[in-house]
């Protein structure tokens, strides 16, 4: 791509650095010809695959991985009546097949349950079939009115991730809601993305669900992104799609479900969270390119430097790394600034110098020059390695402690959400909630909080003073 | 599912054979509630994880994937005349979003040139950004009218491998048609899967091509499917969609391109190849499970049983294998049957005779029952599994030998092609080709025959007589 044109934008400039990073890294083209579609490119492509690689590995502990269809009827889209009013206005609609119009209207997906449920009325048929869980990964679509923003806001979203499950009683599901926001954990703590768990607020939790609990982590810009919700379905829709399962009484009885979904969203917050001034940062287990090598040519000895650089390689290769050289014709510092903005984790250069001293010289990307003895190299990069994931998650952790406020006045509260998310106490009232949002200009994101970041014991509500209110979040999310 | 009703039709009733393996072995469930879309169940999701990644390791050696967006706008996908000319009657349109008439029509690809090749417009600027050679695997669409058939002909291919190559010349991108049938054809060996590989008739090429080849296998019934093809496309699509590239002296000069493909037809040769009266017989390497271990309980000896199966589990597992322990509480007769229909390589009973032997009872897929001393169990099942592919091997080439017949009579034509894939003289005038046709009932399926199943001389032409005719493969297609 064109490289070399200007530079990126200071992180500081969220909105800039992030539309910049995206190209200039090779992640996503945005000159797709259609508002809301984006093209991943290879690069972004890899990161993507490995991002999703992890999490199919979480869950394939105990789940199963199936993919339904896209296309869903009208007729099956229409049941669920709350569900439907949530999404109805963001759905596309093919109306056609060649030039003549279809009988059936059919919906591209917004999520599956409408498409799954009916299917799920067929295949369970006594308690033995109990627990189903199973999951998909798919594109998934939203006409999206509002200002769409690559891996954030989309028409596709191409990476959705989305679990069904169904269960014999209530608790069994809600059971395996805190599995699944176990998993989400483990998930972004594999990405060193620290986040915010909480129960979104009645209004807005998912149309049909008994209740939500959502995850949400804290962009560089103070603004919170929701990266996963879980959401206990109750029996609504196997009300609705007639999923019963006979229990050993012999006796008819409806199931009890639960969804979860992670998107591509957990690429936009990887991004955003590691990434600094030069580019990205990213963690080992999802980069691409974990090792890069630069030989430092001098004219005299190139072919020796070369072969060297290719013994490395092969080295580092055979010991698990994915290693890459950089041998094209440019000057070092063009290598070095096109590998740090796609945020590989050790650089290698290899010189005249250190050849004769028997080194290699390591740059860290999260920062730190050193040589390391060639001798050693496969425990030397491993070192590093481990250094640079300590670092990533020190950075991030610092992150989110400096944008979370315990806010305990209404007056503070503005200046607050303008910086990152705060915890008020709140007393549960609508009526305050409302007044929370107006006060702020931000969302009441969710209750029960799970962190060790801040103290969850009960105060007064910020709003009407009630004692025994519970913490609640506030933040602006995108 | 409801394993026990009926029985598996004999593969000789190859269609009823057919519908019923995908639900008996749990590959496709056929009751979503639109015509022509079909819902893979997890046992099938299983076996398609790994063929495709098979495809993907092949091409990741010298291939990027990326992942481009589902929905074309109108005025990309009616650029290039041919090609909607060959796709326009069968194009799904999303026409509304939300309630809203979308300003413009969106085509769900049925291929995504149109996708694509916009962008490569962007990305290629000079002669150092070629080639580029990309990839993705993504759902796609087509309005079928005709029958539909799971995994064969249906209206969400939801597996389509697209591969779309740039070039300098048109000499390179012919290299690489040669290099993608090579790919190709160590694709469908890793499957065991025999392949004739041909060039269509002009009039049979694809659309915006200068020529196709494709690869077809004989199904079961002796019909060929088609599955997989690879396109020289020429400079159709880079003048259309304007890709140059500046050569090393400065001229703009446009790309050559080619296409290739292959979607989950791959699965349904797979499937039907290697079936037989009992089920699937799946070759090791694509087999969600490879060992499935059955414990022949004796009451009195229960538990030291179940012991010694954990402990083969345990073995085999930790050598690599994909095995599964059948502990249900239903009678040896019935796992057998089970096990047998999802086409498991190999089956080890352990019962109390076995364990006072210090054996294990082996019994392969393609038939032999043979105990296995204990000791060397991973020795022995590696055995096992090397004459089961074997076995595999052969049956397939037997089959294929018998489904391809050298026809030079007219009036043997229609006969052979209602039992195979009959090879002709052709003098490559249309005429004859439609003689040939007419009389056999068969489609002209191609020219340059690559095998080495059938003599390649030429010939009269089976029509007009005329001498010096190529070899021309006629078949009754899926």
Redesign the interface.
Known sequence: ?EEQEGTLPQKADFSGWYNDILWRAEIM?V????KG??????FG??I??RVYAILRELLDRDH????????I?E??FMKEAEHIKGF?????????????PLD?K?A?RPTSET?IY??YA??VRSHADLPIK?YQVV?TFR?E?KHTRPLIRL??I?SFKEAHTVHATWDEAESQVETAIERYREFYSRLNIPVLISKRPDWDKFPGADYTIAVDTIMPDGRTLQIGTVHHLGDHFSKTFDIQYEDTKGQQQYCYQTCYGISERSIAALISMHGDDKGLMLPPEVAPVQVVIVPVIMKKREEEILQAAKTLEEELTRAGYRVKTDNRDIRPGAKYYYWEMRGVPVRLEIGPRDLDNDVVMSVTRSGGKEPLPRAEIVAEVSRKMTEYVSALHERANTHIKEHLFIVKEQEALKERVSKGVAAVHWCGNRECADRIEEISGAGVLGTEVRTDLIDSSDGDCIICGKPGSVVTLVGISY
Do not use: C, I, Q, S
């Open positions: 791509m083209d000159r797709y010809p259609v579609l984006y093209v991943w490119f290879p492509f890899g993507r695959k199963e991985e199936a993919l339904f269809p896209l296309l009827p007729h099956e109805e206005d963001e759905v596309y609609w093919v109306t056609h097949g060649g030039t003549t059936v059919l591209l498409a009916p299917m067929l295949w199973v594109n006409y009115t028409r596709e191409t």
